[in-house]
């Protein structure tokens, strides 16, 4: 059973910058794309980036583009999110998925203050 648990979540002021890290247990998932989300207080969940297998194609939300990089390291099974210069309205939990497999983590707090 595939375990991913996001970490790196907090509280950071507006402009600040943050990494979270999503690893994943009980099977390598090194040939599969992986992605990012959150979702916002009543709002509904929406992509962030993700990452294809070899790392080597990035797509972004354009609200965190030029802000955002996604990264992976198969050999820790472990994708990253560095957020620089953050908003306040990229407060949410964020979430990392495996979409082709349905696999989600439980969330990590994000919030950024003004």
């Known amino acids: 059973q595939v375990q991913l648990v996001e970490s790196g979540g907090g509280l950071v002021q507006a402009g600040g910058s943050l990494t979270l890290s999503c690893a994943a247990s009980g099977r390598a998932l090194s040939r599969y794309g992986r992605a990012w989300f959150r979702q916002a207080p009543g709002k509904e969940r929406e992509f962030v980036a993700d990452?294809?297998?070899?790392?080597?194609?990035?797509a972004y939300a354009d609200s965190v583009k030029g802000r955002f990089t996604i990264s992976r390291d198969n050999a820790e099974n472990t994708v990253y999110l560095q957020m620089n210069r953050l908003k306040p309205e990229d407060t949410a939990v964020y979430y990392c998925?495996?979409?082709?497999?349905?696999?989600w983590g439980q969330g990590t707090q994000v919030t950024v203050s003004s």
């Open positions: 998925a495996v979409p082709a497999a349905a696999i």
């Open positions: 990452i294809s297998w070899s790392g080597g194609r990035t």
